[in-house]
């Protein structure tokens, strides 16, 4: 299975830069969005960075990610609200009165 992740870089370079995520540390390539300072999170696809994103989207991400494996690992009760908090809010009927 082929996911984004994300990533923080601990050690920025012009072509790659060394970061640190849910996997460990790994060195990714930057060349498709340019270098980017230490500290910033990126959310990366087959060992190249696709996009810079907010530490709260990274949260989210790993989350998300969290909850998948909690369907790999045969969890046949999954807290939806918990690994996944957009869904079950967009499956929410509407308040009263809105």
Same mark, same amino acid.
């Given at each position: ?78 807290? @939806? ?16 009165? @809105?």
């Amino acid at each position: 299975m082929c996911i984004g992740t994300p990533v923080q870089i601990i050690e920025s370079g012009e072509f790659s830069a060394l970061c640190r995520g849910r996997n460990g540390s790994e060195r990714v390539n930057m060349m498709l969005i340019g270098q980017q300072p230490e500290g910033t999170w990126l959310l990366t696809f087959l060992g190249s960075a696709r996009e810079v994103i907010s530490e709260q989207d990274a949260a989210t991400i790993n989350r998300a990610l969290d909850g998948v494996a909690a369907i790999m690992r045969g969890e046949t009760e999954m807290d @939806v609200e918990r690994y996944f908090p957009d869904i079950g809010a967009a499956s929410a009927p509407p308040a009263a009165g @809105v």
